[in-house]
């Protein structure tokens, strides 16, 4: 168990719907990163949130939004809803942000599209 | 071309063999290597890291990276069954806030 908390581990939704994926990193941990996994495109970062703010962006589209809450969970928004965004979601946190820093990642939520 | 190539496998052998997992890169500009285990239906877990090129060794595992070919490898002495998985390679530009950029995965089986 790395600590790392996801909801729900899974959701099933239709195409243009909207869906709040929700990420409570390790206790301590500063640093939160969101990654979508897929058969053919594999392991993609998406954003790094650090402390509240947003901190790097990956190929995140723009129907997908993410924040950072005080208390440091957070929150991946996908909205319109198409049957590619069908993937495993995985939030990720770290103790500072830095590269070196080890990625403790969580179980993921696996949200199909129909 | 893809930033990162990794065989997707799957690679299977008998329990005591070593195995060699391997990547190669295009961007010459990537500095910090990782290895990721994953297991079926859970979330990568970090096995090791170098910086720049060289050898570490951890255990059974041995990381060793290239640079003049940008090809990075992972090997795994006496393997068990218990190492069956999807090993990710994955690499950054630095050591700030730079991103991860990850191989697809190569799935490895280990016959007891």
């Known amino acids: 168990d790395s600590g790392v908390t996801q909801t729900p581990k899974h959701l099933i939704t239709a195409t243009g719907q909207r869906v709040t994926l929700r990420c409570s990193p390790r206790?301590?941990?500063?640093?939160v990163y969101w990654y979508q996994q897929s058969l053919d495109q594999g392991l993609q970062f998406l954003i790094q949130?650090?402390?509240?703010?947003?901190?790097a962006k990956g190929n995140i589209l723009e129907r997908f939004s993410a924040q950072q809450f005080p208390d440091l969970h957070s929150e991946l928004n996908l909205s319109s809803l198409e049957l590619g965004d069908s993937a495993l979601y995985f939030c990720?946190?770290?103790?500072?942000?830095?590269?070196?820093?080890?990625?403790?990642f969580g179980p993921g939520t696996r949200l199909t599209v129909l | 071309q893809k930033e990162v190539e990794q065989d997707p496998g799957p690679l299977s052998v008998p329990e005591g063999a070593i195995v060699s997992l391997n990547c190669t890169y295009s961007n010459s500009a990537f500095q910090y290597f990782m290895w990721y285990r994953q297991y079926s239906r859970k979330g990568p877990e970090l096995l090791m890291y170098?910086?720049?090129?060289g050898n570490k060794e951890d255990g059974r595992f041995t990381a060793q990276v290239d640079k003049s070919s940008k090809y990075i490898s992972l090997f795994i002495r006496d393997s068990q069954p218990s190492d069956s998985a999807t090993y990710l390679c994955a690499m950054s530009f630095n050591s700030g806030y730079s991103t991860l950029t990850f191989g697809k995965g190569t799935m490895l089986l280990v016959s007891p």
């Open positions: 990720a946190s770290s103790v500072a942000g830095a590269n070196t820093d080890t990625q403790y």
């Open positions: 949130y650090y402390n509240g703010e947003e901190r």
């Open positions: 170098t910086y720049s090129s």
């Open positions: 206790s301590g941990d500063l640093s």
